[in-house]
């Protein structure tokens, strides 16, 4: 068994990452023979050259922090309500779920209908209310990362929800029964008892939405392809155009310069945890 997790350690994981640090130090089109160029695709990501790659940094943290500033708290607040003694509760929490359940692909091609140009249903719906419906939503490169940002959330917060719902369950009810002896209204228990108590499973919803938010490739690929103007594009989907889908960067593949980006990325994406990791760790302390 020990031996099958060791291989499966190699394959997976050690693999991979010594073929990307490998090919990071070459230049490398896929096709003629790889040429050692050693910290060059390095120190193009930190020149001029690498101007557009910082500015799908930008756009990634952007979407990721204002994706979570809606998801978390919408997540937790349908949480609170599904979780507590309504009609229909079952019915509410599988309509939650359910749009986790669809492919991004699918997800953000209706996205991407649904506030089409002219036609799109939201413009439609625009009109009927008297307005001029005529709003360009993905000629702009806010109004586009707004969208992406809404079928994100659209997508993720049911599964946040459930998440929450779960950690409200092992809240014991006995703590409620004596705030509200004590005269504290529900406003007061949510935040006196509720939010307090849900901290560990708060801390894991916000890190893995977080970090799925820094990764995001597909949605991005099948609203805007990061248009426009590279104003939507992120870092993962960057990369992935790199060495799968460089004509649409108008350059020639180059795996040497993206696996240089790919570790780059990595490396943010690790620093960024660690941060999170340790500023959460010295909230517990506190808190203790």
Same mark, same amino acid.
């Given at each position: 068994?020990?031996?099958?997790?060791?291989?499966?350690?190699?394959?997976?994981?050690?693999?991979?990452?010594?073929?990307?640090?490998?090919?990071?130090?070459?230049?490398?089109?896929?096709?003629?023979?790889?040429?050692?160029?050693?910290?060059?695709?390095?120190?193009?990501?930190?020149?001029?050259?690498?101007?557009?790659?910082?500015?799908?940094?930008?756009?990634?943290?952007?979407?990721?922090?204002?994706?979570? /500033?809606?998801? @978390? &708290?919408?997540? !937790?607040?349908? %949480?609170?309500?599904?979780? #507590?003694?309504?009609?229909?509760?079952? *019915? =509410?929490?599988?309509?939650?779920?359910?749009?986790?359940?669809?492919?991004?692909?699918?997800?953000?091609?209706?996205?991407?209908?649904?506030?089409?140009?002219?036609?799109?249903?939201?413009?439609?719906?625009?009109?009927?209310?008297?307005?001029?419906?005529?709003?360009?939503?993905?000629?702009?490169?806010?109004?586009?990362?707004?969208?992406?940002?809404?079928?994100?959330?659209?997508?993720?917060?049911?599964?946040?929800?459930?998440?929450?719902?779960?950690? /409200?369950?092992? @809240? &014991?009810?006995? !703590?409620?029964? %004596?705030?509200?002896?004590? #005269?504290?209204?529900?406003?007061?228990? *949510? =935040?006196?008892?509720?939010?307090?108590?849900?901290?560990?499973?708060?801390?894991?919803?916000?890190?893995?939405?977080?970090?799925?938010?820094?990764?995001?490739?597909?949605?991005?690929?099948?609203?805007?392809?990061?248009?426009?103007?590279?104003?939507?594009?992120?870092?993962?989907?960057?990369?992935?155009?790199?060495?799968?889908?460089?004509?649409?960067?108008?350059?020639?593949?180059?795996?040497?310069?993206?696996?240089?980006?790919?570790?780059?990325?990595?490396?943010?994406?690790?620093?960024?945890? !660690?941060?999170?990791?340790?500023?959460?760790?010295?909230?517990?302390?506190?808190?203790?």
């Amino acid at each position: 068994m020990i031996a099958i997790s060791v291989i499966g350690l190699a394959l997976l994981v050690i693999y991979p990452l010594g073929w990307i640090l490998r090919f990071s130090l070459y230049r490398y089109d896929g096709i003629s023979e790889p040429i050692y160029v050693g910290m060059s695709n390095f120190i193009r990501a930190f020149g001029a050259n690498g101007a557009r790659y910082w500015q799908t940094v930008r756009n990634t943290f952007v979407f990721a922090f204002g994706k979570l /500033l809606v998801e @978390i &708290p919408l997540a !937790l607040v349908l %949480a609170y309500i599904v979780a #507590g003694k309504i009609k229909g509760r079952s *019915f =509410f929490r599988t309509v939650y779920f359910l749009p986790s359940m669809l492919s991004v692909a699918v997800m953000g091609i209706m996205f991407y209908y649904l506030f089409g140009s002219y036609s799109g249903a939201i413009n439609e719906i625009v009109r009927m209310f008297g307005g001029a419906g005529n709003t360009r939503w993905f000629s702009s490169g806010t109004l586009a990362m707004i969208v992406i940002m809404i079928a994100s959330v659209w997508q993720n917060f049911g599964i946040n929800m459930l998440f929450f719902m779960t950690g /409200l369950q092992s @809240i &014991p009810e006995e !703590l409620y029964e %004596a705030a509200t002896i004590d #005269g504290a209204n529900s406003v007061q228990r *949510f =935040f006196r008892i509720t939010i307090p108590m849900l901290a560990p499973v708060s801390q894991m919803v916000i890190m893995n939405a977080l970090l799925g938010s820094l990764k995001v490739v597909d949605l991005v690929l099948a609203m805007t392809n990061g248009a426009p103007n590279f104003q939507t594009e992120m870092m993962m989907s960057y990369v992935y155009k790199l060495f799968f889908a460089s004509t649409q960067l108008g350059t020639a593949n180059n795996f040497g310069y993206g696996a240089a980006l790919s570790v780059i990325t990595a490396v943010i994406l690790t620093v960024v945890t !660690l941060i999170y990791l340790r500023v959460t760790h010295k909230g517990s302390e506190i808190h203790d």
